[in-house]
T-cell receptor, first 118, second 114 residues
Framework: AQKVTQAQTEISVVEKEDVTLDCVYETRDTTYYLFWYKQPPSGELVFLIRRNSFDEQNEISGRYSWNFQKSTSSFNFTITASQVVDSAVYFCALSEAVRGSTLGRLYFGRGTQLTVWP | NAGVTQTPKFQVLKTGQSMTLQCAQDMNHEYMSWYRQDPGMGLRLIHYSVGAGITDQGEVPNGYNVSRSTTEDFPLRLLSAAPSQTSVYFC?????????????FGPGTRLTVT
């Protein structure tokens, strides 16, 4: 079973629209970390955010915001007033501790391809 | 700091050939890992290491070997390449305690096995 599910394979929006990328995760650990990464067409992976399991505060960074809800095991990502440069594949990821290390295996979702049209 | 470096950037192998993908980081990170990225599959963890001398399997370890003799290097070995190993390979590193746990990714190696 997938530990991280990104049900939206592809999303297309027109510039200035708001868009939310969904992420649902599965873990039995009480301590874990959630991440979002961006992969633009150039192929590199860009870190966007980390959230630990004890911090359910939502976070806003410019046009980006994240909604973490443990009750629904979701960590959704919203881009407000989307721009063409936001076009990329976005990955959600989950890290579980292993061997006493805080950071262990990192599981990625399959990604959501976001296309923003001008 | 060069960050995470990977060599080569591109490689074509014939079935049955062996090769080593190199990964190095100069940030003194304890944690290093290898992923493969296939279309529609996201990134899948092959092997990872939480420190020199310690390695462990990820989701898709079959056909790959790793070792971690130094903090800086984490090579990935394909002993007998198969077409199913055609993929883009990413190496990553991060700290294991404190910090943001942001994984720093290398630029990737595009491997084709014919």
């Amino acid at each position: 079973a997938q530990k991280v599910t990104q049900a939206q394979t592809e999303i297309s929006v027109v510039e200035k629209e708001d868009v939310t990328l969904d992420c649902v995760y599965e873990t039995r650990d009480t301590t874990y970390y959630l991440f979002w990464y961006k992969q633009p067409p150039s192929g590199e992976l860009v870190f966007l955010i980390r959230r630990n399991s004890f911090d359910e505060q939502n976070e806003i960074s410019g046009r980006y915001s994240w909604n973490f809800q443990k009750s629904t095991s979701s960590f959704n990502f919203t881009i407000t007033a989307s721009q063409v440069v936001d076009s990329a594949v976005y990955f959600c990821a989950l890290s579980e501790a292993v061997r006493g290390s805080t950071l262990g295996r990192l599981y990625f979702g399959r990604g959501t391809q976001l296309t923003v049209w001008p | 700091n060069a960050g995470v470096t990977q060599t080569p950037k591109f490689q074509v192998l014939k079935t049955g050939q062996s090769m080593t993908l190199q990964c190095a980081q100069d940030m003194n990170h304890e944690y290093m890992s290898w992923y493969r990225q296939d279309p529609g599959m996201g990134l899948r963890l092959i092997h990872y290491s939480v420190g020199a001398g310690i390695t462990d399997q990820g989701e898709v370890p079959n056909g790959y070997n790793v070792s971690r003799s130094t903090t800086e290097d984490f090579p990935l070995r394909l002993l007998s390449a198969a077409p199913s190993q055609t993929s883009v390979y990413f190496c990553a590193s991060t700290v294991t305690s404190g910090g943001s746990y942001e994984q720093y990714f290398g630029p990737g190696t595009r491997l084709t096995v014919t």
